[in-house]
């Protein structure tokens, strides 16, 4: 078996009757051109000769259109079951020769020799494939980012089945928007962004260490930020280079398995390493921020090269207020009463101040050249991005995964409420709500995932019995992000000083 790492989260499986390519992320940006792929694909050439596309889950950096868009279509793409049904329709109109949506837990043959499994967790997926004599795991984002007891769930089902794990490719950060993004007085951004990294390496560290593989390959984190407000993040990433001694020095165990980099072009032959890319030499002789430049010497980001809305300036206000109220259903009267904020859009010129305020769930909206002075939270961003947040039911991924927005929180006691404000932009669709519309579809999902989600209620019903919030991050801990001092942060997330 031959495992080619492509770029980010895109890898490429070659075994003796398959080939393989998952998450293609090569061509453009993605959110809004918010992220962009650091460093870039080597070779192009190697996902096109892929049979199989296998796209782990619907965020914009695994399932890239444009890239999808640019393939030969002689291909079978496959597509895990989510009880979220319009995303795989959205993946037929590609035209690629067979799409797949696999079943979680079920076993497809690629070849005679080779099968893929995929293990569905909320709205990611963890891919297994057996060939050869190998079983290789690849966990992407479905883990880092969880709740332990989650974490300890989808490990033990996955060793409980493949009691033998040769490779683990696994995900160890990126995708901070919370708590980056948020400025607060008090708050240390950068070494409390160095922390949230340093949580998503430990869980990747926790992971390896319940996985127990030969080889574990730290992996889809290789995007950075171009706008010049956001630069500053891309130096707060954990290196990968310091995962094996930092795997070693705190998990017990930890020589069972060998940590490795990878880089664009690198190569594993049956578990051997083959380094092939520049970017070992070059990562070691020069800083970050001159690679990044190198590469991209233009800042493009949706601050700078966002298209500009067609809608009408004055159809803001009613369309913003109207999507508020909406969403103001799903929260509590008392989470929302009172709560004043400010929206500026960057776009708009003169007076792109649009000044909200809560009665209860009903939302008051203002036009203004100024902030509102006694809103608490400013949020700025692009009229483009808000909009399609608003209007689309993953819109929402520009403006929180993507980093498309900055928040200052005027006061430190206003910090729990920020992060509200910004979701209330959002229009993700509600498991709940869907389910009623879909009940067959969602009957089906629940019977095939029935072992992870049976045990995901039980967690929830723990932590209800416990008098824990069901969240997977309790609001007090997240909290702790934004104003608890850096000692506090570590100790509410179990990491050890560095």
């Known amino acids: 078996m031959i495992i080619t790492y492509v770029s980010h989260a895109c890898l490429h499986i070659r075994t003796s009757d398959a080939t393989i390519v998952f998450d293609p992320w090569l061509d453009g940006p993605a959110y809004t051109s918010q992220w962009h792929v650091f460093p870039a694909s080597t070779d192009r050439s190697i996902i096109e000769d892929a049979k199989v596309i296998v796209v782990s889950h619907g965020h914009e950096d695994h399932l890239h259109a444009p890239t999808l868009s640019n393939l030969g279509k002689n291909k079978t793409l496959i597509y895990p079951y989510y009880w979220y049904g319009e995303t795989f329709s959205y993946l037929k109109e ?37 060939a050869d004599g190998q079983v290789v795991v690849n966990v992407n984002d479905a883990l880092h980012s969880s709740d332990v007891r989650l974490i300890e769930l989808y490990t033990s089902m996955l060793k409980k089945r493949w009691p033998k794990i040769d490779v683990v490719f696994c995900g160890f950060g990126g995708a901070s928007y919370f708590p980056n993004v948020f400025h607060c007085p008090g708050k240390n951004d950068a070494a409390v962004a160095k922390l949230r990294e340093q949580l998503f390496a430990h869980n990747f560290c926790r992971i390896v260490q319940r996985l127990a593989p030969d080889v574990a390959v730290p992996f889809a984190a290789d995007f950075v930020l171009l706008d010049s407000k956001q630069r500053w993040i891309n130096e707060t990433r954990f290196p990968r280079e310091e995962i094996f001694e930092y795997y070693a020095r705190n998990f017990a165990g930890g020589d069972r398995s060998e940590i490795i ?37 233009t800042g493009i980001s949706a601050f700078t090269h966002a298209p500009k809305s067609d809608l009408p300036s004055d159809r803001i206000a009613p369309i913003l207020r109207d999507h508020l109220e909406s969403e103001a259903r799903f929260y509590g009267s008392d989470a929302l009463d009172g709560l004043r ?10 007076e792109g101040w649009f000044n909200v305020a809560f009665d209860g769930r009903t939302a ?26 608003m209007t689309s039911d993953w819109g929402g991924d520009a403006l929180i995964i993507g980093y498309g927005c900055e928040v200052d929180i005027l006061a430190a006691d206003h ?13 993700y669709p509600r498991p709940r709500t869907y389910a009623r519309r879909h009940p067959w579809r969602t009957l089906r999902y629940a019977l095939h995932s029935l072992p992870a989600v049976g045990r995901r209620v039980a967690i929830r019903l723990q932590r209800l019995i416990g008098g824990e919030p069901v969240a997977s991050e309790s609001a007090t801990r997240a909290h702790f992000w934004l104003t608890g001092d850096l000692d506090t942060i570590r100790r509410a997330n179990g990491l050890p000083e560095i």
């Open 341 to 350: 904020f400010a929206i500026h859009l960057r776009d708009l010129g003169n």
């Open 261 to 297: 980099v990878m880089y664009p072009g690198d190569r594993l032959v049956d578990k051997r390493l083959q380094a092939s890319s520049e970017h070992h030499a070059k990562a070691k002789r020069q800083a970050r921020d001159v690679l990044v430049r190198a590469q991209y010497p």
């Open 94 to 130: 590609f035209g690629f020769e067979k799409t797949i949506e696999a079943t979680s837990g079920k076993r497809y043959a690629l070849g005679p020799q080779t099968f893929i499994t995929s293990i569905v967790n909320g709205q990611d997926s963890i891919l297994v494939v057996e």
């Open 415 to 427: 910090a729990r409420r920020a992060r509200t404000c910004v979701e209330l932009l959002t229009r």
């Open 364 to 389: 008051r909206v203002s036009r203004s050249a100024v902030p509102d002075v006694l809103a608490t939270v400013r949020i700025d961003t692009i009229g483009s991005v808000v909009l399609n947040s």
